[in-house]
RNA sequence: UGCCCGGUGGUGUAGCGGUAGCACGUCAGCCUUUGGAGCUGUAAGCCCUGGUUCGAGCCCAGGCCGGGCAGCCA
């Protein structure tokens, strides 16, 4: 039932739904709907409003939501939309069942309310200009004035809608408006706009429409018509519900509830169909499915998971105040996902080579790593050794500072799950004096990993062979925006101001080990000591691996020299 | 400057007149064959001023601050 039940609190939305059922307001029913105008892609900000919507009804014994597509704006949608929206809901976990709708659907029945408004006195055609409209609106200080077309009759009201609807005139010539109050200090009540003419086709109904209603009209009698119990739409929205009561009292129809609820803000980003589109427009990405998008395609391509979207959109809450939750809730939220299910590999990022010289040439042998210490039933696999391996260079310091527990001259390191290895000699680059060749001897005792004599030894390094190991492309990720509140316009056209200059950065060279090869894409691992990587699902190919960091794992290193570095 | 909504640690969110809690983040420690994970601990909060009350984050009044609204967009 509700979450009371579960121990933890209510929302304050599952609160009236449970104040409803008890005072049994609908009947016993709780249908809600997810309304997206299929005019861009899903985001993480609607992934809160689909987690709240199918959530709430899932609760409820019989509670259904229904996914309805909000079509009403011919000129700004298209059914590519429609497409990658009900992809990206069932992605997430949801399902609509048989209750999928479309605002077009109703066209009919919307024309006849409207109609029935117009006998009812309660609407009429108005002919000014859309300019002179907007400035007999008023402002938010001063009253608007009537239209002069305001007291038209009704049978001139009725004869001109149904020429409207006929296709007599042409765009912009005359509007439908309801008759409400001028002088509202709510603008949504200053005869809103119900109907326009817009003679293009539409991309369900084709050219069987020449007006298409508006959102206000079209919205609330969408969810009377299909019994909706509560609709739950952002705060913006606030001040239409006036508006929303005042359609479905006057055409005296079936009475849902709207409730608002502060839409969600993520820090290190932005969440508008505006910005975003701007970005992809722009190039400052490569698409809407850039593995930096905040789009639930974004982040599908980044590796996350539906179960770590909806686990953050639960966490978020929900409630009515504005607020902008940090993106490291959202990357906890992974990476807790991530440690309980992707399987360990060790993959090697910026190769160094590694020489074990007491080790005999063309030797080999295999060692068994465990696939998921979080959960044994996933398993063990086995990797192969051999003399010469790639570590990570990053792994080996020949002037090593304090606390570095990895490699360095003199020192003594533990290869995962296979030998305890001593750096005896290092080879340079005789130009740039770079280390590219790390040499060790081992000791034939610790195999395994563990020191016979019990000697303790902190640093676990990762590595791959040499000759067995997979080559890869990784790509590393981090924030879009380097500031966690973006400058709000990029009006100028060009890039903002903030983009982060370094949310991308490509690594070729690396070396995975052997069982990657025949990784598929979208399979997400966890490399070992680095983070979470999927295997690419739009550039990855067999024998061209592609990884994409989904997020790092904790690094307590670099924030030990971060302190090191500023003190204080 | 009209109307509407909202202000609880850095962030998000509980608390419904009776000891201000949880989570993320921070810092410290423990543990560790991932400097991962886990565990323990730490610091940090009711916008302000009055009022009602034995008692106010919660009720009332007045301020202050933040957000939304003037599409033939949604």
């Known amino acids: 039932m509700t979450s009371v039940d579960s121990?933890?609190?209510?929302?304050?939305?599952?609160?009236?739904?449970?104040?409803?059922?008890?005072?049994?307001?609908?009947?016993?029913?709780?249908?809600?709907?997810?309304?997206?105008?299929?005019?861009?892609?899903?985001?993480?900000?609607?992934?809160?409003?689909?987690?709240?919507?199918?959530?709430?009804?899932?609760?409820?014994?019989?509670?259904?939501?229904?996914?309805?597509?909000?079509?009403?704006?011919?000129t700004r949608e298209d059914m590519e939309f429609v497409d990658s929206i009900q992809e990206d809901v069932r992605w997430l976990g949801f399902d609509w069942q048989d209750h999928l709708y479309y605002a077009s659907d109703y066209f009919e029945q919307l024309y006849a309310l409207a109609e029935q408004l117009i006998r009812s006195g309660l609407a009429y055609v108005d002919s000014l200009t859309a300019e002179e409209i907007r400035d007999f609106r008023g402002t938010l200080t001063e009253p608007g004035r009537n239209s002069p077309y305001r007291e038209r009759s009704l049978e001139e009201n009725l004869d001109l809608f149904q020429r409207m609807r006929a296709g007599e005139f042409e765009d912009g010539r005359h509007v439908l408006r309801a008759k409400i109050d001028m002088a509202s200090p709510n603008m949504n009540l200053r005869d809103p706009t119900l109907y326009r003419i817009r003679r293009v086709p539409h991309q369900r109904t084709g050219d069987a429409w020449r007006i298409y209603p508006m959102y206000d009209f079209a919205h609330g009698l969408s969810d009377s018509i299909e019994k909706v119990t509560h609709s739950l739409c952002t705060l913006e929205f606030e001040d239409h519900r006036p508006l929303y009561d005042w359609f479905l009292d006057s055409l005296e129809v079936y009475h849902p509830q709207q409730i608002e609820f502060a839409r969600l803000n993520l820090t290190h980003t932005v969440l508008s169909k505006r910005k975003l589109r701007h970005l992809v427009e722009q190039g400052c990405v490569s698409g809407w499915d850039d593995p930096r998008m905040p789009t639930l395609s974004g982040l599908r391509r980044r590796g996350y998971t539906p179960r770590s979207i909806r686990k953050f959109c639960d966490r978020v809450g929900v409630a009515k105040r504005d607020t902008v939750v940090e993106m490291a809730l959202l990357e906890h939220c992974l990476r807790e996902d991530l440690n309980q299910h992707a399987p360990r590999v060790m993959g090697v990022l910026r190769p160094l080579k590694l020489i074990i010289d007491n080790y005999p040439e063309g030797q080999t042998e295999e060692f068994e790593a465990v696939n998921n210490p979080e959960d044994p039933s996933m398993g063990t696999r086995l990797i192969p050794?051999?003399?010469?391996?790639?570590?990570?260079?990053?792994?080996?310091?020949?002037?090593?500072?304090?606390?570095?527990?990895?490699?360095?001259?003199?020192?003594?390191?533990?290869?995962?799950?296979?030998?305890?290895?001593?750096?005896?000699?290092?080879?340079k680059d005789e130009q740039t004096g770079d280390v590219v060749e790390v040499h060790c001897t081992y000791d034939p005792d610790s195999r395994g990993g563990t020191a016979p004599d019990g000697r303790r030894v902190r640093g676990t390094l990762h590595w791959v062979t040499e000759a067995d190991s997979v080559a890869a492309e990784v790509r590393l990720y981090d924030h879009l925006f380097s500031q966690p509140n973006p400058d709000e316009d990029t009006d100028g056209g060009d890039v903002p101001a903030d983009l982060n200059p370094n949310s991308l950065e490509i690594l070729q060279q690396c070396r995975v080990e052997p069982g990657l090869g025949e990784a598929t894409p979208g399979s997400i691992y966890q490399f070992e000591r680095q983070g979470y990587f999927v295997v690419d699902n739009a550039d990855s190919k067999p024998g061209g691996l592609v990884f994409n960091r989904a997020v790092s794992l904790r690094d307590t290193w670099a924030k030990i020299q971060q302190a090191q570095k500023n003190p204080a």
């Open 385 to 427: 050794f051999s003399r010469a391996l790639y570590i990570e260079e990053d792994d080996f310091r020949e002037d090593p500072p304090s606390k570095f527990y990895r490699l360095a001259p003199g020192k003594e390191v533990r290869l995962r799950y296979a030998y305890l290895v001593t750096c005896v000699a290092v080879v």
């Open 7 to 74: 121990g933890t609190s209510a929302d304050f939305i599952r609160s009236v739904i449970a104040e409803d059922l008890r005072t049994d307001k609908y009947g016993g029913r709780v249908v809600t709907r997810f309304p997206p105008e299929p005019n861009g892609y899903l985001h993480i900000g609607h992934a809160k409003s689909i987690c709240l919507n199918f959530g709430v009804a899932a609760e409820h014994p019989g509670g259904v939501c229904h996914l309805r597509f909000d079509d009403t704006n011919p």
